[in-house]
C-alpha cells in the first residue's frame, strides 16, 4: 500500500489529475465503496483531504464505519460535474484511528466541519485509474492506471 504522497512521487500528472477531480469545485468530494458483511457494495459521499502526505476523510458514526473497521478495502471514486466528463478512482484500504493526537493536527488541514464522534480514517492506495476524455463528449476515453509497487 502507498500513501498519496507516494502516488504523487511515482505519477505526478496522474495524480495532478485526481486531485482536480477528487477537490472540484474545492472542497473534497467523492463516493466511497466499502463492503457490506454480505459481501454486495455499499456506497457513501465522503470528504476526503490531504494532510500529511495521505488522503484522509472524517467518518461519523455509520454502517460505512462498521464497514471499514470489518474489512478496510475501498474504492473512491469522483464525482461528476456537468464540466468535467473525466473521471477519477483509487483503491485500498481505509484504516480507521482513535489516535487523539492525529486527530487534533489532522483537523488543522480538514476544510469541513467535524463533530467529537467522527473519526479519522486514512486510506491507502493500492491502484489508481483516471479515464481522460479529450473532449466533452469523445469516446472511448483514455485510461490510464497506476499500480502500488507491492500490488
Not at 454486495?40 to 461519523?60: C, E
Not at 473521471?87 to 476544510?111: H, Q, S, Y
Request: proline share 9%; with cysteine.
Amino acid at each position: 500500500m502507498a500513501t498519496w504522497q507516494d502516488f504523487e512521487d511515482q505519477v505526478p500528472e496522474l495524480a495532478a489529475a485526481g486531485r482536480l477531480l477528487l477537490f472540484h469545485p474545492g472542497v473534497g468530494f467523492g463516493y466511497l465503496a466499502t463492503v457490506r458483511r454480505d459481501g454486495s457494495p455499499r456506497i457513501h459521499p465522503v470528504n476526503p483531504f490531504l494532510h500529511a502526505g495521505s488522503l484522509w476523510f472524517f467518518a461519523v458514526p455509520s454502517p460505512k464505519l462498521a464497514d471499514l473497521r470489518r474489512d478496510r478495502r475501498y474504492a473512491l471514486h469522483s464525482a461528476q460535474d456537468a464540466t468535467v466528463d473525466d473521471e477519477f478512482m483509487i483503491t485500498g484500504e481505509a484504516v480507521p484511528t482513535g489516535d487523539p493526537e492525529a486527530r487534533r493536527i489532522a483537523l488543522m488541514d480538514c476544510p469541513t466541519s467535524v463533530d467529537a464522534d467522527h473519526v479519522l480514517v486514512k486510506l491507502t492506495l493500492d491502484r489508481a485509474m483516471w479515464g481522460h476524455f479529450e473532449r466533452p463528449g469523445a469516446w472511448p476515453p483514455e485510461y490510464r492506471t497506476w499500480l502500488a509497487a507491492d500490488r
